[in-house]
């Protein structure tokens, strides 16, 4: 499955090759958070793929996530072509009037996510916009990951992880990183083609 993971920065000319068709053809477009709905849906439309996602930091419901189209992946398993995607909101708790979270908050999602998880017979694709903690994030604490989001991972052991959050032009970060359960961490920002 080609999964086209989308985040944080909105890209024209991602839009334009999808288009022409000089683009690989996704079967599902994931978004790992702060991107408008009108340019996810936009992706998603000129992709012809259905649309998942979780929502940022910034993704507040003024920004009209409760009337878009697609699917919201927090705390859900949702199914795609066989294929478990995962996913969990949010980043970590900075400032009010963002969405965001406590570490001790974080720990209490990831275990229902993970019940839910193995009731349905696992995950691929675990979603997130944060990242785990030590696995693409930065010192300061609105970049931080979660410590949670590495145990989870130790727990469901999907193949991929996909985030955003972090930019790759904050310097420092990698596009993709290994954690010890074997997960593939991919960071989303501006978008990435991964094969599940």
Same mark, same amino acid.
Not at 83 to 96: I, K, T, W
């Given at each position: 499955?080609?999964?086209?993971?989308?985040?944080?920065?909105?890209?024209?000319?991602?839009?334009?090759?999808?288009?022409?068709?000089?683009?690989?053809?996704?079967?599902?477009?994931?978004?790992?958070?702060?991107? +408008?709905?009108? !340019?996810?849906?936009?992706?998603?439309?000129?992709?012809?793929?259905?649309?998942?996602?979780? +929502?940022?930091?910034?993704?507040?419901?003024?920004r009209g996530y409760?009337?878009?189209?697609?699917?919201?992946?927090?705390?859900?398993?949702?199914?795609?072509?066989?294929?478990?995607?995962?996913?969990?909101?949010?980043?970590?708790?900075?400032?009010?009037?963002?969405?965001? !979270?406590?570490?001790? @908050?974080?720990?209490? +999602?990831?275990?229902?996510?993970?019940?839910?998880?193995?009731?349905?017979?696992?995950?691929?694709?675990?979603?997130?916009?944060?990242?785990?903690?030590?696995?693409?994030?930065? @010192?300061?604490?609105?970049?931080?990951?979660?410590?949670? !989001?590495? +145990?989870?991972?130790?727990?469901?052991?999907?193949?991929?992880?996909?985030?955003?959050?972090?930019?790759?032009?904050?310097g420092m970060v990698?596009? @993709?990183?290994?954690?010890?359960?074997?997960?593939?961490v991919i960071n989303?920002?501006?978008?990435?083609?991964? @094969?599940?």
């Amino acid at each position: 499955m080609r999964i086209l993971a989308v985040s944080d920065k909105e890209d024209n000319l991602l839009l334009s090759r999808l288009e022409r068709g000089s683009f690989p053809h996704p079967d599902v477009v994931v978004s790992c958070g702060d991107l +408008r709905p009108s !340019y996810l849906d936009c992706v998603a439309t000129i992709a012809n793929a259905p649309l998942l996602f979780v +929502r940022g930091n910034h993704d507040t419901d003024e920004r009209g996530y409760a009337d878009m189209g697609g699917t919201p992946l927090d705390l859900r398993v949702v199914s795609v072509g066989g294929v478990r995607f995962a996913g969990l909101d949010g980043s970590l708790c900075y400032r009010p009037g963002i969405v965001g !979270y406590s570490e001790g @908050e974080a720990r209490w +999602r990831c275990r229902r996510l993970a019940l839910t998880a193995l009731l349905r017979g696992g995950v691929d694709v675990l979603v997130t916009h944060a990242p785990a903690r030590g696995l693409g994030d930065l @010192e300061d604490l609105p970049h931080r990951g979660f410590e949670a !989001y590495g +145990r989870l991972l130790d727990r469901l052991r999907p193949q991929v992880m996909l985030h955003g959050h972090v930019h790759l032009d904050y310097g420092m970060v990698e596009r @993709e990183l290994a954690h010890p359960s074997g997960a593939r961490v991919i960071n989303a920002c501006g978008h990435v083609m991964v @094969e599940v």
